[in-house]
């Protein structure tokens, strides 16, 4: 049965986990008068590039993962008006940053269970002038590197891996991100490793990456701790049109503590996730494929598919329930071609990625939050047999 909501508070979806090292670093940070991009970014970089098992010098941060996108396709050197292979199920930002980097989007529809890209698609969808395939890690679930990078080599293209959703992520045992030219990682708020807003660059190449910390920073050849710190004012020149899009240490703050807890975090949503395949496994929604062998989930959304036939209530007669019930939910994604901008600029219809439409026309996001209570998960479980049951 459904909990009484009255008496409940509302469970914010992806609500954060903060701790008190979290909130004593941020309130160091403050009484330091260092706020913006200086030694806890570095230290964070640091961290980072430990946590990925990479060098020190194949990381840069910066404000989003929108902006890490944006420039690891700058440095990559893709020449403009070049083609880019990437999914229809994602956030709008996949496509925008391809369109900011003067780039031409292609979609490639995914694969109906995994919902990421499929390797099939990307083939079909190489033309002369695809330069870059941008996979994205749907909800924490490694796309098929293997056979992404297998095209990538046949056809002599740059890869970006946008794992926003993929903080924890391994394929065959290696961490996502490692693959590609470049791994793209988000510290939103609703994200495993949270920062407020903030993103991470890794890269293959040590030259790329100084070149993404350049152009991330106004094009300026020193950063401001370098500029302003305690070995005197340092002269910088602009050597290149670049963006503002660094990092402040009152991100990193928050950031250190996430990422040290990383592991920590990953197991709680585990639990939790194993917590609702149980609990909605007689249930008439979809859900979840079981992870693929030789990889790590890395839990980021639960997501179920709302059919209206199966389920007598619609996707979004669905999510007004939860809501009525005080439960925050999600949409992980409208496929992009539904967007009136996308749809008036290429003249994209949602029926030319027919497995992306059907996906982002069904799917829930439920809350997935270390910080959930294993009383918040039976509530959440609850209200959904509550919602299907016996409609």
């Known amino acids: 049965m459904a909990h009484d909501s009255d008496s409940l508070p509302f469970l914010v979806f992806g609500a ?13 940070c403050l009484r330091s008068g260092w706020l913006g991009t200086g030694p806890r970014v570095a230290q964070f970089e640091q961290d980072f590039a430990v946590f990925r098992g990479v060098k020190a010098t194949q990381v840069a941060a910066v404000n989003s993962c929108t902006a890490a996108l944006h420039v690891s396709m700058l440095a990559a050197g893709i020449e403009a008006g070049s083609e880019v292979i990437t999914t229809p199920l ?14 031409v989007p292609v979609l490639a529809d995914v694969d109906p269970q995994t919902q990421n890209i499929d390797p099939d698609a990307i083939e079909a969808a190489i033309t002369p002038r695809t330069r870059a395939i941008l996979p994205v890690h749907f909800a924490g679930r490694p796309c098929a590197m293997d056979r992404i990078m297998a095209l990538a080599r046949k056809h002599d293209l740059v890869v970006i891996e946008d794992c926003a959703h993929a903080v924890e992520a391994q394929f065959n045992g290696l961490p996502l991100g490692t693959f590609g030219d470049f791994g793209c990682f988000s510290f939103y708020v609703t994200k495993n490793v949270a920062t407020g807003e903030g993103g991470m660059i890794v890269g293959r190449s040590d030259e790329q990456i100084a070149r993404s910390k350049v152009l991330a920073l106004h094009g300026m050849s020193k950063d401001a701790w370098h500029r ?6 340092k002269h910088y020149q602009v050597v290149e049109c670049g963006f503002k899009y660094n990092m402040m240490d009152l991100q990193a703050a928050i950031g250190l503590h996430q990422l040290a807890r990383v592991e920590e975090s990953w197991l709680r949503r585990d639990a939790i996730w194993k917590r609702y395949d149980a609990g909605f496994a007689q249930l008439p929604i979809g859900l979840p494929s079981p992870a693929e062998a030789g990889t790590r989930h890395g839990r980021h959304l639960y997501t179920v598919m709302i059919d209206n036939d199966r389920c007598g209530i619609s996707r979004d007669g669905f999510l007004d329930a939860m809501n009525a019930a005080k439960i925050g939910t999600g949409v992980h994604y409208l496929s992009v071609p539904e967007h009136p901008y996308y749809q008036q600029r290429f003249g994209w219809r949602p029926e030319q990625w027919p497995h992306a439409m059907k996906l982002g026309r069904e ?10 209570s294993d009383a918040d998960v039976t509530r959440v479980i609850d209200t959904v047999h509550g919602i299907l049951v016996g409609k």
């Open 16 to 28: 954060p986990h903060i701790g008190e090292a979290e909130i004593d670093e941020a309130l160091a």
């Open 90 to 103: 994602t956030f709008c930002a996949t496509v925008n940053a391809i369109l900011h980097a003067g780039l």
């Open 228 to 233: 302003f710190g305690d070995q005197g004012y």
């Open 363 to 372: 799917t829930v996001s439920l809350p997935l939050s270390p910080a959930l």
